[in-house]
């Protein structure tokens, strides 16, 4: 696929090819910048970062560590909000000589403060799409794991939220493993706490059959954590704070405007492995908030608010706004295939229809404090809300990961990660909506919401892409001619250009390759015609992305990271070189020329 013309317009650009280069690339005629990387200052009391000389103090005023979800809100005419999750740290990179089973207090400290998330005010230039980060602007901020938090709705003071520091059940420090996440029509920031289960330790303890089986669906086991903090702060060990583990796995709502305020946990959004979290205004005016679970077989979900967004723009609107998911009903997805499911062999092979497609149902879990679930309270479908979708038999997904309306069109796209477990020993076998057995690459599907309506109760629904090789029989790229697309594996966080394009990042990625950035029409005649605008370094995944007419960003994430047990260094020296140590960063990309752009 290496025409320039002969692509969907924004995405006329000459794909890169498949490499393994510890480097960002980028097409020709492009120019990248790094933002923003691990340890750069947001303020100008924030030491010049130095990896031998690392504080918490230090972290807590610089920029975290394995930056994922990356968006961009307007300040003013010169300035733009960069909003940053940090997902999750690498200790074995970030400490030289790091000692796994006996890490220090100042690391652990450190790690605390490198979680969590970044306001970062951003002054962009005229012409190209640079972005340079304005020190003690007075809306930056850095959120971290003792920063205060907030639940809020129907759970909110729930006696299994309730902890010896918090006996209200109602006040949080810190969040933890934010991995993609949105922004609202009010301007407010949604960030998803995802694989929270990592964190805390001796779940093995637990003796009462009920919570053992709640952690359990949750992932939490065993005794000692990877990170061993339980040994330096109790809410993290589960035989002193059995609670704790329930304040996380939650939608976060930040309103970045405003430096001082208190971030909200929407407990009315569900409790599970939050990937994201995506609004779409529905016909009647109210918000439908789209949510994967990542997680293999685990559900799709939509909550839908019971107030009305206000649109008028004043204060006393966005404060409405603010409120609104606070209270709403939560559904999960059953997904229903219109092919005999004799016609679906696991292999990837198109039914007799031509299509994998169907309908489904938005099946109601819990509103307010009423529960439409058998043998569970509504207290207990949002805390713990997987065990909700199981009772009702919504449908088992290949890891739901980021979702997205098309701003163009509506319909809602679900980037499903992979899923090496469907149709093993034991495990679910492939349906129409999860086609290929022992999905290593992965797939997404199209939504289409009854009367594309987000506040509908049943929709449409079809694939749209099965990643992998192109030459690899089981892919499909929408019906497009297989010889003039981009190989693409893994697909994850996703967003649109507002030309209707969906540019998809990878993780993961299966076929010998680094991941990357793809952008790919959704409609027209070079729907499904996958391009891949650039590549990441040694070890990293491709994380952000975030797409204007101005710059593509990306967030590189977990540059150097290697599951290698003999680890002594990290293989990769990006973005700073040498025998530098790899350092997680935002990268922002633009057209070179007059206009700066990068569509055409
Ligand atoms: Fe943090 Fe599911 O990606
Ligand atoms: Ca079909
Ligand atoms: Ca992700
Ligand atoms: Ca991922």
Known sequence: ??????????????PVAPNTADAVTIPEGYTQQVVMRWGDALFSDAPAFDLHNQTAAAQQRQFGYNNDYVGLLPVD?????????????????????????????????????????????????????????????????RLHTTTEFMLDGP?????????????????????????????????????????????FANAGTVTDPVTAARLSRYGVSGGASERKWERFDPRFDLAKEPNEVNRAGWIVEVDPYDPTSTPKLHTALGRFKHEAAQPRITGDGRVAVYMGD?????????????????????????????????????????????????EIDGTGKLPSDGAFDGSGEWIALASGTTSYVEGMSAEEVYLFTRLAGDKVGATKMDRPEDIEP?????TVYIALTNNTQRGTAGKPAADEVNPRNVNKSGHIVEVMESGNDSGAGTFGWRIFLVCGDPADPSTYFAGFDKSQVSPISCPDNVTFDEHGNLWISTDGNVLGYHDGLFGVATSGKYRGQVRQFLTV????????????????????QHPGETDDATFESPTSHWPDGGSSVPRPAVVAVWRDGKSGKTGQ
């Open 155 to 199: 759970a909110s003071g729930a006696d299994l939220l309730k902890t010896s520091a918090d006996p209200t059940g109602t006040t949080v420090l810190g969040t933890l493993n934010n991995c993609s996440g949105g922004l609202t029509p009010w301007g407010t920031w949604l960030t998803a706490q995802e694989n929270f289960n990592q964190y």
């Open 1 to 14: 696929p290496n025409s320039t013309k002969k692509a969907a317009k924004g995405l006329r650009f000459t």
């Open 77 to 141: 005419k010169k300035t733009q909000l960069m909003l940053v999750n940090h997902e999750y740290t690498d200790e074995y990179i970030m400490f030289p000589g790091y000692d796994a089973q006996n890490p220090t207090k100042e690391q652990i400290e450190i790690a605390w403060a490198a979680h969590g998330l970044s306001v970062v005010a951003v002054s962009t230039q005229k012409k190209g799409g640079q972005l340079t980060p304005v020190v003690d602007h007075p809306l930056n901020r």
């Open 537 to 556: 370094p040694i070890g990293a995944e491709t994380c952000g992305p975030w797409v204007t007419e101005d710059r593509v960003l990306v967030a590189v």
């Open 294 to 342: 990542d997680e293999r077989f685990d559900y799709f979900y939509k909550f839908i608010s019971k107030g009305k967004f206000d649109s008028s723009g004043t204060p006393k609107a966005r404060a409405h706004n603010m409120t609104l998911l606070e209270d709403g009903t939560l559904y999960v997805a059953r997904f229903t295939g219109n092919s005999p499911a004799s």
């Open 406 to 410: 098309s701003p163009v069109t509506g």
